[in-house]
């Protein structure tokens, strides 16, 4: 009902609904030992134990919006005790999914969990250094505490009158930080009452009575680094163990004990009597017995209630709500049992219930296939609840014929090529082919035909003659000589076509000369120059000439400066001149 007003007035405000519908929860409840409202678990561990710490979140949240603390109970000589906030071990928004157990992590000492308030409208704004008890007893929807409590040692069992004495030190190595000692007797979870004459590191009682009986707690005050202040830096639990076996009375100096029903012995050791075995239970036919310490139980069998001692009368588990029938299942009661039937509808064992394969109804027909001419459309249904094994009678999938009001654009094709033109020359000729796009023509915008309107080719019996051409000059190559009158040349081949036999050669020709004007006059050394690299051939084919040439580098040289000599190239081609 709460949650429900809390929406609604989301929506009133126009909060979005997966904003108000944060709840935090405990998951799994089986990690706590005491859950004290929805929000609060409390977990009894030892020291070096580990803990785990999950919850549930109702609704869609960031990751970044969840916050993780560490509280400390602090407190300051005998003024009031005040609460302050730090982060847990763990980084912030980090969950911290086990820790080791230390002696600063058990109550009053607490971790909790909360979404950021400014994520949550209407909750309580609460003070960033302040608990107050009723937040803790009473947490708001967007916190969740987890609380460690030590294992209680026991002590005893003792007798109603006796004397108690316990000492700290026998159970704790005592820090040198330790400033302060608070023990408390327990009331209920969470819930403790300061022994107000108890100080120091021991307690005393004597005589006890019934009230003194049950948890007695000693929580330990010290410094810790980077923690301002005094803070609890451990807790203690001691179970004050109450001997249910006897019961004595002070006879003068002497005190005389008898064991009480559910015992046996002399008084003085009083051993539990197992009523089930010795034939004084009162148990009826039909029930099972059970020895208890004490004491014994009678227990109905499956499917029946009572005290088993009077009566065991058949269970109605549909109207108690503890049978294991499947949602979609009818329980009908029987004697001692139950019954389970899969609704119409379903079918199964009635503990677990398969809903029966049918057909879903029939989708919209899908558009026309094609937007022009005639096309198909189809429509489509699917058999429901595969798991099942079953299959729907009929087809999954129809198609009928459509037709677009719109004609269909009409592509052109080609006709077929035309007979080859006659050849325009006997030799060295060409003749053609031509074709049209009209197979068909296109039409509503039809795409024209892809290609060539028209080709040709090469035609004649008779190869024509090649006729020689001259390829370009070639570079000018170097001076002949370095110093003084010298000249340079050029060539070119005639390849450009080559000539064929009955071709006509390349006239003019194939050598150019022209004197190195640039050269610097020569001094030092008289006489000829070196001789230069042989020229090229005269000739492209059969026999020419190669000239080189040296240089007078005064007037007194003898001899020749030219020199020549034959060259060979290839034979020439037939009716060459």
């Not at 971790?111 to 009473?138: G, H, M, T």
């Not at 830096?233 to 002497?254: K, M, Y």
């Not at 064992?349 to 296939?369: A, L, Q, R, V, Y």
């Not at 050394?525 to 690299?533: L, P, T």
Request: with cysteine.
């Amino acid at each position: 009902m709460e949650l429900r007003v809390f929406l609604l007035a989301c929506l009133i405000l126009g909060i979005p609904a997966y904003i108000c519908a944060q709840v935090l929860t405990i998951a799994p409840t089986t990690l706590c030992d005491v859950i004290k409202e929805p929000r609060v678990c409390v977990m009894s561990r030892d020291v070096g134990d580990d803990a785990k710490f999950d919850v549930d979140i109702e609704g869609e949240f960031n990751h970044d919006e969840l916050q993780w603390y560490k509280h400390y109970l602090q407190g300051k000589n005998n003024s009031p005790r005040h609460d302050w906030r730090k982060h847990a071990p763990n980084k912030r928004r980090q969950k911290p999914d086990h820790i080791s157990i230390k002696e600063d992590d058990f109550y009053e000492n607490k971790y909790w969990i909360e979404i950021s308030e400014d994520q949550l409208p209407f909750q309580k704004n609460i003070r960033a250094y302040q608990l107050d008890d009723d937040e803790v007893r009473y947490p708001s929807k967007n916190r969740v505490y987890f609380i460690v409590q030590c294992r209680p040692v026991d002590l005893g069992p003792y007798l109603v009158g006796d004397n108690l004495h316990i000492d700290l030190e026998d159970h704790y190595t005592i820090p040198a930080s330790a400033m302060k000692y608070i023990w408390t007797k327990s009331v209920s979870p969470l819930e403790f009452k300061v022994l107000e004459d108890v100080d120091g590191t021991t307690m005393d009682s004597h005589s006890m009575q019934l009230t003194d009986f049950g948890v007695v707690s000693v929580r330990i005050y010290g410094s810790k680094e980077g923690i301002p202040g005094r803070v609890q830096i451990a807790e203690r639990n001691f179970n004050i163990q109450l001997d249910h076996s006897r019961v004595c009375t002070q006879n003068g100096p002497r005190k005389v004990c008898q064991c009480t029903v559910g015992y046996q012995g002399n008084g003085n050791i009083c051993k539990d009597m197992n009523e089930c075995e010795n034939g004084q239970a009162q148990c009826l036919p039909e029930a099972v017995c059970e020895n208890t310490e004490g004491s014994y139980e009678c227990i109905c069998p499956d499917g029946y209630q009572g005290d088993g001692e009077k009566e065991c009368t058949d269970m109605d588990e549909c109207e108690l709500n503890i049978h294991n029938c499947d949602t979609y299942a009818s329980c009908m009661n029987t004697e001692g049992s139950y019954k389970c039937d899969c609704q119409e509808g379903y079918f199964g064992n009635g503990f677990d219930c398969i809903e029966m394969s049918i057909w879903t109804p029939w989708s919209p027909w899908s558009p026309c296939s094609v937007t022009c001419g005639s096309g198909t459309m189809s429509r489509s249904r699917t058999c429901t609840n595969p798991e099942s094994g079953m299959i729907c009678d009929g087809v999954a999938m129809e198609h009928e014929t459509c037709t677009s009001s719109s004609p269909c654009p009409i592509n052109g094709g080609w006709s077929e090529w035309s007979q080859w033109s006659p050849c325009s020359e006997t030799c060295g000729g060409q003749r053609h082919q031509v074709r049209v796009c009209d197979n068909p023509t296109p039409l509503h915008g039809g795409l024209y035909c892809e290609g060539d309107l028209y080709k040709s080719e090469q035609c004649g019996d008779q190869s024509c003659p090649v006729d020689g051409n001259w390829s370009k000059w070639g570079d000018w190559s170097t001076c002949s000589a370095t110093c003084g009158p010298s000249e340079r040349s050029r060539v070119r081949l005639c390849d450009n076509p080559a000539p064929s036999e009955d071709g006509e050669p390349c006239t003019g020709l194939h050598k150019e000369t022209k004197p190195c004007e640039d050269n610097p006059p020569c001094f030092g050394n008289r006489g000829w120059s070196s001789w230069s690299h042989w020229g090229t051939c005269t000739v492209t084919c059969g026999i020419g000439e190669q000239f080189r040439q040296r240089l007078c580098k005064d007037s007194k040289c003898s001899g020749q400066n030219q020199q020549q000599k034959p060259c060979f190239i290839r034979n020439c081609p037939r009716g060459y001149r």
